[in-house]
């Protein structure tokens, strides 16, 4: 069975900077799009950012500029370089990949940026 292995998270500064990592244990075939969510205590979950097989990335508002999301296909990995982190930026993140006939989801991973 695949499962999505999450990686990167952690406790950061406000101003600095994580790489979130999510890979595929085995090989998905016909990955459509490959997002990011994120989700604080006592909020709904958001969309992050997410990026389509051809490569069009979509981010929240709150992220534009700070985050980039990308992918390496032959590996069935994606990532999530975060610059300039704010408090708010604190949530579990985590990842999904979506082929034709299902989802994918990660464990979840702690960010958590002090002020």
């Known amino acids: 069975q695949v499962q999505l292995v999450q990686s990167g998270g952690g406790l950061v500064q406000a101003g600095g900077s994580l790489r979130l990592s999510c890979a595929a244990s085995?090989?998905?075939?016909?990955?459509?799009?490959m997002v990011w969510y994120r989700q604080a205590p006592g909020k709904e979950r958001e969309l992050v950012a997410n990026?389509?097989?051809?490569?069009?990335?979509n981010y929240a508002d709150s992220v534009k500029g700070r985050f980039t999301i990308s992918r390496d296909s032959a590996k069935n990995t994606m990532y999530l370089q975060m610059y300039s982190l704010k408090p708010e930026d604190t949530a579990v993140y985590l990842c999904?990949?979506?082929?034709?006939?299902?989802?994918?989801w990660g464990q979840g991973t702690q960010v958590t940026v002090s002020s």
């Open positions: 999904k990949m979506s082929s034709r006939v299902r989802d994918y």
């Open positions: 085995r090989t998905i075939f016909n990955i459509n799009t």
């Open positions: 990026i389509t097989s051809g490569g069009s990335t």
